[in-house]
């Protein structure tokens, strides 16, 4: 949360600076700031409530020259999203500009220091402290004098610091959130992750805990707290602008649902094997590992926790495990039985969500094996964990996850597959038939897209409602959790998911002459009793909206309207039930106007807990 860039070089930084807070801007948006430092020494700060755009009207036609400068756009934690709370925080003397992302747990006995020291707090935030505290610090060396306030900082922090008397050098200092490095030619750059700087290098760096990094425009040197200068290998970022663009596409949400058979293909290329078996060396695991595990717990949040049901249908079927998928919030503070025949498989597109990390070191602290399946290259979960799985889903700006969740969900399908194939649970001509399905998928979601029209309409006609029902049975449950969220968080609609056998237990007392059910109804086993459900709540009033299967006519009696995608194997209807609940809810959030990509309140990557 909160989206931080600095920048060093020889283009104009304002620009530069800007161009990274518009892509970073899905961290946050309840203020966005800049501050740009001239080569003789004049550093100016402007920031706005608001989002980035507010911002950019506010110093349209300003003078700001400069090749040195620092941004943020926030996502409110300490001091509501006023101007006065907005970053970058100042010094008493203007000589000090900061940048923050994160939270100092001890801010309030440094603030009481500060003002009995004379110091005047102009903010609400815990942020401005840092300002103050390198004003009296500083002593001809600003990357010195950051590394000390970091030793006294509790909490987690990125901060990025420009000094008017230090033209030619910003310092950046990483605990717990992401910070990474672009590596130019006569510049260099910092950021919360790549899409900062994308559009002028695509060479990058993570950096690690405890680290502060010097960047000049000649280059970049990075140390520990105690100074030392730590090496470190960059690599290169196999995706370009374009990719972080919303593509002549409204919302960068409809680009990425758009994006999804590609973003499959990603996912699968290079793990089959020229014998139609799976490859999977990522897990870091020899097969003796893999036989003796005893236990899978699969921890995770939010969409990525949905992918992670599914993985377990997956999994139990195939690799014959016991299998838990837990809340990263809730398992971070239990007692969990796990050990090192665990292996504990964490979720996470960010690779940077706070719950989730905990939850890693956690389960690593009890000895678990940890496997991260993230999308993010260096994400600080990716480091943290014993092997990473990369989904490949490319970089996802919009707030509300799809194609992450859906190559998260194929990656899952992976596991599944490899571990019953070392462990000899399924013959390998059944674990080639399944891959060979999960080939088709790109194909098959490419069709689901292709159809969307009719959903799109059917939004129009969800957009006035207040209340919105999910139905599913085994895959297809977690598919309405999904679906529930989708619309929830993009259309403000109150909505809720339930495994369709549990809705006479209480839920369906909920349904009135007209609430509409979604029901995620593709050809399975369960369906005769899914049906049942259908029946029950129609019964009751309710319209009912159902996802089927082509050809499939045993719902379309109990169905308003109905949703139709191609046959495919039941474990894998999630791939294709997920398409039209994220298109429903983009549609839903259109029709009433709002703001797809960044719905209120939210942020994408949760790095607070
Ligand atoms: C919903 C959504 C969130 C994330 C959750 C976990 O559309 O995007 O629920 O899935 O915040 O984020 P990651 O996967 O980055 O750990």
């Known amino acids: 949360m909160c989206g931080i860039v600095g920048y060093v070089g020889g283009q104009d930084a304002l620009e530069v600076v800007l161009g990274g807070l518009r892509r970073l801007e899905y961290r946050g948006y309840d203020s966005a700031g800049v501050a740009v430092l001239s ?25 700001l020259p400069g090749t040195l400068g620092i941004g943020h756009t926030r996502w409110a934690t300490h001091g509501p999203p006023t101007d006065h709370n907005a970053h970058p925080h100042l010094d008493c003397s203007g000589a000090v500009a900061v940048v923050h992302n994160g939270t100092i747990e001890n801010f309030e006995v440094l603030v009481a220091g500060l003002e009995l020291r004379g110091h005047e707090r102009r903010s609400d935030t815990d942020t401005e402290v840092v300002a103050h505290l390198v004003e009296e610090r500083y002593a001809g060396d600003l990357a010195a004098t950051v590394r000390s306030i970091c030793r006294d900082l509790e ?58 990094v010097e960047v000049r425009r000649s280059g970049v040197t990075v140390t520990d707290l105690a100074g030392t200068v730590v090496e470190g290998e960059s690599y290169h970022v196999d995706w370009d602008t374009a990719a972080a663009e919303k593509g002549g596409h409204e919302f960068f949400m409809l680009k990425e649902i758009e994006e999804q058979p590609a973003a499959i293909r990603e996912t699968l290329g290079g793990r089959l094997q020229e014998d139609g078996l799976l490859h999977l060396d990522e897990l870091s695991m020899s097969d003796q590992d893999i036989r003796d595990i005893e236990q899978v717990v699969i921890i995770a949040c939010g969409s990525s926790y949905h992918s992670g049901l599914v993985g377990k249908y997956a999994l139990e079927r195939w690799a014959r495990l016991p299998v838990q998928v837990e809340m990263a919030s809730e398992f971070r503070y239990r007692d969990p039985v796990i050990g090192r025949s665990t292996l504990v498989i964490a979720v996470s597109q960010s690779g940077e969500t706070a719950d989730t990390l905990e939850a890693v070191r956690h389960a690593r602290s009890l000895r678990a094996k940890v496997l991260a399946v993230t999308n993010t290259i260096g994400s600080t979960i990716s480091r943290e964990s014993d092997a990473a799985l990369y989904t490949r889903g490319g970089p996802e700006v919009a ?38 399905d999960l080939r088709e998928v790109p194909d098959l979601v490419q069709e689901v897209l292709d159809r969307m029209g009719s959903v799109r309409t059917l939004a129009q006609s969800l957009a006035t409602e207040d209340r919105v029902l999910f139905l599913g049975r085994h895959v297809g449950y977690p598919m309405a959790l999904e679906g529930a969220l989708k619309l929830k968080e993009l259309a403000y609609i109150s909505a809720e998911g339930f495994p369709a056998g549990e809705i006479k237990h209480g839920p369906i007392a909920l349904i009135e002459q007209g609430t509409p059910v979604i029901v995620i109804a593709p050809r399975h086993a369960l369906q005769a009793k899914l049906i049942n459900n259908v029946q029950e709540v129609r019964a009751r009033g309710a319209r009912t909206i159902v996802i089927a299967t082509d050809g499939d006519e045993s719902v379309t009696p109990y169905a308003d309207t109905v949703i139709r995608i191609p046959d495919t194997k039941s474990l894998l209807t999630p791939l294709l039930t997920i398409v039209p609940l994220q298109v429903l809810s983009a549609a839903v959030a259109m029709a009433r106007g709002l703001d797809v990509d960044q719905p209120r309140n939210l942020a994408k990557s949760v790095t607070v807990e």
């Open 399 to 436: 707030v509300a996850s799809t194609k992450a969740v859906m190559t998260q969900m194929i990656a899952m399908y992976l596991v599944g597959l490899y571990l019953a194939q070392v462990r000899g649970t399924r013959d390998p001509d059944e674990v080639r038939a399944h891959l060979a």
């Open 155 to 212: 909490g987690s922090f990125v901060l990025v610091v420009a000094h008017r008397d230090e033209p030619d050098l910003v310092v950046a200092a990483r605990r717990n959130l992401p910070l990474v490095i672009g590596l130019g030619e006569g510049e260099n750059f910092v950021g919360s992750d790549v899409t900062a700087f994308i559009a002028h290098t695509r060479e990058a760096r993570a950096v690690e805990q405890d680290q502060v």
């Open 39 to 63: 080569a003789d020494g004049v550093l100016t700060v402007e920031r706005k409530a608001g989002k980035l755009a507010n911002l950019e009207k506010q110093i349209a036609g300003l003078p």
